[in-house]
């Protein structure tokens, strides 16, 4: 399931409970255990949009919620399109569908369903806790609204072929009475997932269909696959840092340089060459250039600081990983990507940086507030040093001081502006870039920074 995203999954479940419904209308069943076969593949796909209905709907929406109040109209129509289902279906878990692996289409639909309710999962906890940068998205409740129409439709498809698959059993020898068992009539149940399917105002895709799981192996036969991994694994390590703090200031240059390297390369996919002197910038590609800037001019900023604690051993290695991949995907010289997919992944990457900034930020921020940030008064400048006499005499003698809030702040604006949170212009981009690639591409990220050792 390496790379599969939320949309995938339900897209694909869609697929196959068509294939499903088409296979049981062209042709009857060969016997009755066919026939029960079907039924329980038809339970198996009920169960599993029930149990993700509430996995979408959750328990901080529950209060005050019923198809009579309405508080919620899309939650209230979801509530009711499942009523009665589990006690149709079974409450036994793991449900007994899910114990057997098998190709028939509805299996596989259910199969699909429930690995969309995993998939959610593994962003938040049971109650509600963030796991992952993509647990807000998954927690907001436009996005959860747009998930459930589009569940909604798939058990609308299902119950349509309601009918035809009681007639088939019929036909296949199985009795009324056990047909009536398995099949009690869910029109109510369909003309609340109708009217879902079709709720005005909702749309049924949303920012939680690109979210994918937390944790996948890296897909290393394919280089831009690989490389959006690497993107997608230094996002969530970043986002990790929140809530398990790295008291290192190099883990946070290497993230810097992350920054530099998305920004550099999807400059040089539109076309800017950053290998002359003076850069050659299109227009097109002058924001990321003004932005890879500024993620340069940051990196330089954190080499000045010092900070116990060795940096993060498995982001350093996805950096060094990455820096070597892109080089191919989008050379530094402008050239245009051999793989189109490049420029489409390095575009969507600029905005995992602006996350990386804004996390990664708060994060030094964070470490510098608790007097963990420390550097030779020597990088400090006559505004830093102020009228502060011991600053003054740190300065002169080169001492190592813990870093003041006149410096470290400054840091803290540069994270602002990789973030987006400034405006860019104030660093010319000739002048920038030009410093940064007086030779060749390596300079772009060149590897000085994140070989050398701790400090």
């Known amino acids: 399931m390496t790379g599969i995203t939320y949309a995938d999954l339900l897209t694909t479940a869609g697929q196959h409970l068509v294939t499903g419904a088409t296979h049981l209308r062209q042709r009857p069943f060969d016997n009755p255990a066919e026939a029960r076969t079907a039924?329980?593949?038809?339970?198996?796909?009920?169960?599993?949009?029930?149990?993700?209905?509430?996995?979408?709907?959750?328990?901080?929406?529950?209060?005050?919620?019923?198809?009579a109040t309405r508080a919620e109209?899309?939650?209230?129509?979801?509530?009711?399109m499942v009523d009665g289902m589990r006690d149709l279906v079974g409450a036994d878990r793991p449900h007994p569908s899910t114990l057997e692996l098998t190709d028939r289409p509805w299996a596989l639909a259910a199969l699909q369903v429930r690995g969309a309710s995993d998939l959610l999962a593994v962003h938040l906890g049971p109650w509600g806790q963030q796991r992952s940068p993509d647990a807000a998205t998954i927690a907001d409740p436009a996005a959860r609204d747009g998930a459930l129409v589009r569940v909604a439709g798939h058990l609308d498809t299902l119950l349509a072929a309601e009918s035809a698959l009681a007639l088939r059993s019929l036909q296949a020898g199985l009795g009324k009475v056990e047909v009536t068992r398995a099949l009690p009539g869910l029109d109510g149940n369909r003309a609340h997932a109708t009217g879902l399917a079709h709720e005005s105002g909702?749309?049924?895709?949303?920012?939680?269909?690109?979210?994918?799981?937390?944790?996948?192996?890296?897909?290393?036969?394919?280089?831009?696959?690989?490389?959006?991994d690497l993107t997608h694994r230094l996002r969530q390590a970043t986002w990790a840092l929140r809530t398990q703090p790295d008291y290192s200031v190099a883990t946070l240059s290497d993230l810097a340089t992350t920054g530099l390297l998305l920004n550099a390369h999807?400059?040089?996919?539109?076309?800017?060459?950053?290998?002359?002197?003076?850069p050659t910038i299109p227009p097109d590609a002058a924001p990321l250039a003004r932005r890879a800037a500024v993620w340069r001019d940051l990196r330089t900023d954190l080499a000045t600081y010092q900070a116990p604690g060795p940096p993060d051993p498995h982001i350093r290695a996805d950096v060094l990983a990455l820096r070597d991949l892109l080089p191919h995907l989008a050379p530094l010289?402008?050239?245009?990507?051999?793989?189109?997919?490049a420029a489409t992944l390095l575009?969507?990457?600029?905005?995992?940086?602006?996350?990386?900034?804004?996390?990664?930020?708060?994060?030094?921020?964070?470490?510098?507030?608790?007097?963990?940030?420390?550097?030779?008064?020597?990088?400090?400048?006559?505004?830093?040093?102020?009228?502060d006499p011991d600053l003054i005499t740190a300065h002169v003698t080169g001492a190592t001081i813990t870093a003041p809030p006149t410096r470290w702040k400054a840091t803290t604006n540069l994270w602002s502006a990789a973030a987006g949170h400034a405006d860019l212009r104030f660093t010319p981009v000739e002048q920038s870039l030009a410093a940064a690639h007086?030779?060749?591409?390596?300079?772009?990220?060149?590897?000085?920074?994140?070989?050398?050792?701790?400090?």
Do not use: C, K, Y
């Open 73 to 80: 109209p899309v939650v209230a129509r979801a509530i009711a």
């Open 39 to 67: 039924l329980q593949d038809f339970h198996a796909v009920l169960d599993a949009i029930e149990t993700h209905t509430w996995a979408l709907i959750g328990p901080s929406r529950l209060a005050g919620i019923s198809p």
């Open 333 to 341: 010289t402008g050239t245009p990507p051999a793989d189109p997919r």
């Open 347 to 387: 575009h969507a990457a600029t905005g995992a940086t602006e996350e990386i900034a804004t996390t990664a930020g708060a994060a030094f921020d964070r470490l510098a507030a608790s007097g963990h940030v420390r550097l030779q008064a020597r990088h400090l400048t006559s505004d830093q040093l102020g009228t």
């Open 266 to 278: 999807a400059a040089a996919a539109r076309g800017a060459n950053l290998t002359q002197n003076p």
């Open 202 to 228: 909702v749309a049924a895709t949303s920012a939680m269909d690109r979210v994918r799981l937390v944790g996948e192996p890296l897909r290393t036969d394919d280089p831009v696959l690989h490389a959006g």
């Open 438 to 455: 007086r030779t060749d591409h390596a300079h772009v990220a060149t590897r000085t920074p994140l070989e050398r050792s701790t400090r």
